[in-house]
């Protein structure tokens, strides 16, 4: 008699979570490929200065130096308005405020073709920085409004394809551009490229006006029933999260902050250094053949693409974030370590980009649900903007400190190699003092 009264139940357990599944599916094709263009945009914009730095040098009559000073503006005008930006959530809600910052850092972007001295430039980028803070955390935001802890990984996942996307998809297309357009109705290369990166911007953030509702609730393409699914699975996660911290700006002075800040440190100085040093590394290996390295230097990014998707869905599926990071962190530390010690032998040098890579860029949506799930309410907003800002300060320190090191040492590798040692002390962090949501 159990098992036969037993079977109608399973059976509709089973419906129940199918509906479920097909549900927050439906809710991710709506808003997830949106906010993956929106963040490859954002992400090249941050890069594409370095794919301008030639033409632009050359016109400009820039030293290194004053390129050096100039790409790292943005960071600092992104970090010190990333927390005051964040702040427009409670007033505006996300999807107002997310086509705000892509409108305005989408003029930003395409006024800098019109930069006519390194003064002009570094004001420029700064003001591209300043418009851009507070994107990243509006977005994490939006997304731990619609989907649950179990889904986070994943969704943030599909979100962070951008990052290597930018990489892998950035440089052919900025490479199009400065050559086939370059002198096109009398402007240079480097002139289209911050136009035609800016530009789509201002039109994104339209659209995300157009397409994304401000919550659930006024979400008109869900039924009543579809509403309380969605809602029932935040509100069991804000019953059992901890306490939000009173004030926004109180849970800035928190350990978590402090803790999840200097990890993501670490995590984005592994993926900057990559970034800027990558193409380098490989070409001084003994590939001299530009296109050769641009393909080359691609291959790490799709791998770490499809990293991605695999290790954030076994992360969602045990509902284990801090040994996933862990070991995406370790990673990331042997692929340094192997690169800089087969430096000279291309093979082995791309199987440790390939590690270096994966490892770093893997680890970012991993890390991200842990600070999602520990901070609730707008604290989620205030929290996640403190340590994204902090964060973001290496893309300050890491091409200026590999630079420096390499310089000083006269070895290409020297400056890669000094990133390890921090990759590896995140790691005794992440061991020590970092909790999985699910235990928390």
């Not at 700064?126 to 989907?147: K, R």
């Not at 999602?372 to 800002?389: C, K, M, V």
């Not at 420096?404 to 020297?414: Q, S, V």
């Not at 790691?427 to 928390?440: D, E, G, L, M």
């Amino acid at each position: 008699m159990v098992a036969i009264t037993g079977t109608p139940a399973v059976q509709e357990q089973d419906e129940a979570r199918l509906k479920e599944l097909l549900l927050y599916r439906r809710v991710a094709w709506r808003i997830v490929p949106l906010a993956i263009i929106c963040f490859l945009f954002s992400y090249f914009d941050r890069i594409n200065i370095s794919f301008a730095k030639a033409q632009m040098q050359a016109e400009l009559g820039l030293s290194d130096a004053a390129y050096g000073l100039a790409a790292s503006m943005f960071f600092i005008g992104y970090v010190l308005f990333e927390v005051p930006s964040s702040i427009g959530l409670k007033k505006y809600g996300a999807p107002n405020w997310i086509c705000r910052i892509m409108v305005s850092w989408g003029l930003a972007t395409a006024a800098l073709m019109f930069a006519y001295s390194q003064y002009t430039l570094y004001f420029l980028r700064f003001l591209v920085g300043v418009m851009e803070a507070g994107f990243g955390p509006a977005i994490l935001f939006y997304l731990a409004c619609w989907f649950p802890k179990k889904y986070l990984a994943r969704i943030n996942g599909f979100w962070f394809l951008a990052v290597p996307l930018a990489g892998a998809i950035g440089a052919p297309a900025a490479g199009l551009i400065l050559d086939k357009m370059n002198g096109f109705l009398g402007l240079a290369g480097w002139h289209w490229l911050f136009l035609l990166s800016g530009l789509p911007c201002v039109l994104l953030g339209v659209v995300v006006l157009w397409k994304l509702d401000r919550d659930i609730q006024s979400a008109k393409w869900l039924s009543t029933d579809e509403k309380a699914i969605l809602q029932g699975n935040l509100d069991h996660d804000r019953a059992k999260a901890l306490p939000s911290h009173a004030s926004l700006w109180r849970v800035l002075l928190t350990r978590e902050v402090a803790l999840f800040a200097f990890i993501y440190f670490c995590i984005k100085l592994a993926s900057y250094g990559l970034n800027f040093w990558m193409p380098h590394l490989i070409g001084q290996s003994g590939i001299k053949d530009l296109t050769l390295v641009g393909v080359l230097t691609s291959m790490p990014y799709v791998i770490a693409c499809i990293g991605m998707i695999l290790v954030t869905r076994r992360s969602d599926r045990t509902g284990d974030r801090k040994s996933y990071l862990l070991l995406c962190m370790l990673a990331s530390a042997a692929g340094y370590l192997l690169a800089c010690l087969f430096s000279d032998n291309s093979v082995v040098l791309m199987l440790a980009l390939v590690l270096a890579t994966a490892g770093s860029f893997i680890a970012i949506p991993v890390f991200w649900t842990i600070p999602q799930s520990t901070f609730s309410g707008l604290a989620i907003a205030s929290g996640t903007a403190a340590i994204n800002s902090l964060g973001q300060l290496s893309g300050m320190v890491a091409p200026v400190m590999v630079g420096y090191i390499n310089d000083l040492t006269g070895k290409t590798y020297m400056g890669m190699l000094a990133i390890a040692p921090l990759l590896l002390l995140s790691c005794y962090v992440i061991a020590r003092h970092v909790r999985n949501p699910k235990t928390a």
